[in-house]
């Protein structure tokens, strides 16, 4: 025996008492069927709602092959403290929901912690999607894995990495790191700090593009200039403005986002230093506010405006059955007044 499919037949018996029809009538109408007219089915789901009757909608629709909603998944790190407000964070999910309505797929925007990214599948395993995008590998590279390997169908914003199980698109974050560092190396800089956790998987392919760059011009790595710090401004500040403080030479600094970016020409002025005289800045994304701010950030270009359209068909590759593989996008510098 059942108890919960025995309460279910229960409150079924009930809506088709107080709708006045029989309890197959109520069973088709919450099913969709097209038997049912719409008067009835509109006034036999507004009975269901009042009582606080359970229609898994999601799950009926995967049986029946008519979902077509794609979960966005945007993780929440203690650590990083990137909120969800964050410019990159919406651009990247403004390009996914564009992409997924040009297809005909409606998009589920879900947060979870990201020490439990796993967590994540239970969107596909209840039926309220039908595929999962997952914003950034964060510190559970592997968690990610083990989900690609129970056949959630999974596309990851982030790098690729090796023993990678599922697929990755992400802009070429090492080459991003390698091009804003010689940029500043080819400018006269020689004592280039670098901004950023590479605890997390694409920080951490940045900074070894910043570290092929130092070293391919025989400039010696200085730990001290390796800031990990997290994306929150206000730990980035605090860092920053303990850096200038130190009395350690820093002429140039890469950042590993326009926020953090903007956070170092703050720290510089507030030093009594000048940039880009001082203290040149890269920044890494650029979002809008890297042409408004003053002056100006030269930063890496990520292409959002075209990653949205990547992940998504990876995504539909995978929900047809096909092999994803992971794709690295293309970046550039764009040179502004924070360094130019």
Not at 29 to 35: E, Q, V
Not at 53 to 68: D, F, V
Not at 103 to 131: C, F, T
Request: aromatic share 4%; charged share 20%; net charge negative.
């Amino acid at each position: 025996m059942n108890p919960d499919a025995d309460a279910r037949r229960l409150q079924m018996a009930d809506i088709a008492r107080l709708a006045g029809v029989s309890v197959s009538t109520v069973s088709r109408a919450l099913n969709g069927s097209s038997l049912v007219n719409e008067a009835t089915r509109q006034r036999i789901t507004e009975l269901a709602r009042s009582l606080n009757y359970s229609i898994n909608l999601s799950a009926q629709n995967l049986r029946l092959k008519k979902n077509q909603t794609i979960a966005v998944v945007v993780p929440f790190d203690a650590q990083s403290r990137q909120h969800i407000s964050d410019p990159f964070f919406l651009s990247i999910v403004g390009s996914i929901a564009d992409a997924l309505t040009d297809r005909g797929y409606d998009m589920l925007l879900s947060r979870v912690d990201a020490e439990r990214l796993d967590s994540a599948s239970s969107l596909y395993d209840s039926g309220k999607a039908i595929g999962i995008v997952v914003i950034g590998q964060w510190r559970h590279h592997d968690q990610l894995n083990d989900m690609a390997a129970r056949k959630v169908p999974l596309v990851v914003w982030g790098g690729q990495l090796p023993q990678q199980l599922y697929c990755s698109v992400g802009g070429d974050n090492l080459a991003g790191g390698l091009v804003a560092t010689q940029h500043l190396i080819a400018g006269g800089r020689r004592h280039i700090a670098f901004v950023g956790d590479a605890a997390l998987p694409e920080v951490m392919l940045r900074q070894q593009g910043h570290h092929q760059a130092l070293a391919a011009a025989g400039i010696a790595r200085e730990p001290r200039l390796d800031l990990p710090v997290p994306f929150e401004i206000g730990a980035a500040r605090t860092a920053l403005d303990g850096l200038f403080a130190s009395g350690l030479p820093v002429d140039g600094i890469v950042a590993c986002s326009d926020l953090l970016a903007l956070q170092a020409v703050q720290a510089a002025q507030a030093a009594g230093r000048s940039v880009p005289e001082d203290v040149a800045v890269v920044g890494y994304d650029d979002m809008p506010v890297a042409t408004y701010s003053s002056p100006p950030l030269t930063t890496v270009h990520q292409p959002v405006d075209l990653a949205g359209a990547e992940i998504v068909d990876a995504l539909l590759c995978l929900l047809a059955g096909e092999r994803a593989l992971p794709r690295t996008l293309p970046v550039h510098l764009v040179v502004r007044g924070s360094a130019p």
